[in-house]
């Protein structure tokens, strides 16, 4: 198994241009997430989904949209990227929720620089 | 509001020591925990998880403790090797929260030669 991939490991952008981030995983997984890192703030939540066809906003929704068409594809989008949006983008998933006991498998991450 | 944070942001140890990395959590509700290592340009990775009903989780060469009553977390690693040198974040989850982790801010781990 590949695990949770991600594409692409690098961006730069010019400030408002848009992107989609592309995650994928073949764990059968019921739950994806992205994340955001800075440095000085750890992992922050950006959006979620407990499922095919459903989303939800994490801690720091504003500036992004997801979708989850496909179980094992959770696309993270930036409509109009901002400086503000420069940082580092992990995706996780995990295979259920509900008991609050689901590690988090993560992605190597994307690397986005907003000019 | 609730958080997860760390002591210290960095380690320093001897190769061959023991590290001992701790993380105070201030969610009552927790009752999920996870340790994550972090390599230079590299996502986090599980290294062990321990459930509130336990005090004590043992891995390879790792060791979780759980202290519920001051609400602390500790992650003990045994004969420290240069590959352990890496950020670590603990991460706590309440049940219910569709599984929402919250991370504390992370903490070098370096291992001198």
């Known amino acids: 198994n590949a695990g949770v991939t991600q594409t692409p490991k690098f961006r730069v952008l010019k400030t408002g241009q848009s992107m989609t981030l592309l995650c994928a995983q073949d764990?059968?997984?019921?739950?994806m997430y992205w994340y955001r890192q800075d440095p000085g703030m750890g992992l922050r939540l950006i959006h979620y989904?407990?499922?095919?066809?459903?989303?939800a906003k994490g801690e720091v929704p504003d500036g992004y949209n997801v979708s989850r068409l496909k179980k094992q594809n959770f696309l993270l989008g930036l409509e109009s990227a901002a400086p503000s949006q420069t940082s580092v983008y992990f995706c996780?998933?995990?295979?259920?929720?509900?008991?609050?006991?689901?590690?988090?498998?993560f992605g190597p991450g994307t690397r986005l620089t907003v000019l | 509001g609730e958080s997860v944070g760390l002591h210290l942001p960095t380690l320093s140890v001897q190769e061959g020591d023991n590290s001992i990395i701790n993380c105070a959590y201030s969610?009552?509700?927790?009752?999920?925990f996870i340790w994550y290592k972090q390599e230079s340009g590299k996502g986090p990775q599980f290294i062990i998880d321990?459930?509130?009903?336990?005090d004590k989780r043992q891995g390879q060469r790792v060791t979780v403790l759980l202290n519920k009553t001051v609400k602390h977390l500790s992650l003990q690693i045994a004969a420290t090797q240069p590959g352990d040198s890496a950020v670590y974040f603990c991460?706590?989850?309440?049940?219910?929260?569709?599984?929402?982790?919250?991370f504390g801010k992370g903490i070098t781990l370096s291992v001198r030669p």
């Open positions: 996780a998933s995990s295979l259920y929720s509900g008991r609050g006991t689901d590690t988090q498998y």
């Open positions: 764990m059968n997984h019921e739950y």
């Open positions: 989904s407990v499922g095919e066809g459903t989303t």
């Open positions: 969610n009552s509700a927790s009752d999920y």
């Open positions: 321990i459930r509130s009903n336990m």
């Open positions: 991460a706590e989850n309440e049940t219910g929260a569709n599984s929402k982790l919250t």
